[in-house]
T-cell receptor
Framework: KQEVTQIPAALSVPEGENLVLNCSFTDSAIYNLQWFRQDPGKGLTSLLLIQSSQREQTSGRLNASLDKSSGRSTLYIAASQPGDSATYLCAVGTQGGSEKLVFGKGTKLTVNP | EAQVTQNPRYLITVTGKKLTVTCSQN?????MSWYRQDPGLGLRQIYY???????DKGDVPEGYKVSRKEKRNFPLILESPSPNQTSLYFC?????????????FGSGTRLTVV
């Protein structure tokens, strides 16, 4: 059974800092990995999607990497801003049986002005 | 605009009163699914549908029903809601079950059962 873990559970940084969020998964048989952002009480906004054959994806100040063999992904946020404060969720598209996204429990990020 | 639309956004109901949460997507996606999000438990899949008339259970299907009569719609039905179904619900869709184009989520439905 696929399990996804995100570390740390919460992170507080000063504005302008570069930071890394971590995601690990137990089963490397995945279709893809997707990073989402969730603001309190709101829906999920897709940030980056990495296919299983890819190593990384970039969008603006965000860069996500994927190492399928070791079951790890990182989300790098450059020059953080207060508007980046949110919960970041990592989700893995699983193969075989019940096709679904398996989510980590998220990292709650606070960027202080 | 490409989107997944859920209704209602907020709902308070009483135990045992049947309700339906609607989900509609305008992207011609084949795959649709429902998740619930609870504090400390994260997002868990309730049901999914790989195409019209094809549905299957996710991790937490008890107390829920779904139907997929049309490609664009995937309603979630609670025949007899109970307080433990109080949660934040999300509908999601993808071009196919492999999710190669990623998943799009609705804005969520916050359900309270009293």
């Amino acid at each position: 059974k696929q399990e996804v873990t995100q570390i740390p559970a919460a992170l507080s940084v000063p504005e302008g800092e570069n930071l890394v969020l971590n995601c690990s998964f137990t089963d490397s048989a995945i279709y893809n990995l997707q990073w989402f952002r969730q603001d309190p009480g709101k829906g999920l906004t897709s940030l980056l999607l990495i296919q299983s054959s890819q190593r990384e994806q970039t969008s603006g100040r965000l860069n996500a990497s994927l190492d399928k063999s070791s079951g790890r992904s990182t989300l790098y946020i450059a020059a953080s801003q207060p508007g980046d404060s949110a919960t970041y969720l990592c989700a893995v598209g699983t193969q075989g049986g019940s096709e679904k996204l398996v989510f980590g429990k998220g990292t709650k990020l606070t960027v202080n002005p | 605009e490409a989107q997944v639309t859920q209704n209602p956004r907020y709902l308070i109901t009483v135990t045992g009163k049947k309700l339906t949460v609607t989900c509609s997507q305008n992207m011609n996606h084949e795959y649709m699914s429902w998740y619930r999000q609870d504090p400390g438990l994260g997002l868990r899949q309730i049901y999914y549908s790989m195409n019209v008339e094809v549905t299957d259970k996710g991790d937490v299907p008890e107390g829920y029903k779904v139907s997929r009569k049309e490609k664009r719609n995937f309603p979630l039905i609670l025949e007899s809601p109970s307080p433990n179904q109080t949660s934040l619900y999300f509908c999601a869709s993808s071009l196919s079950f492999t999710g190669e184009a990623g998943y799009t989520f609705g804005s969520g439905t916050r359900l309270t059962v009293v």
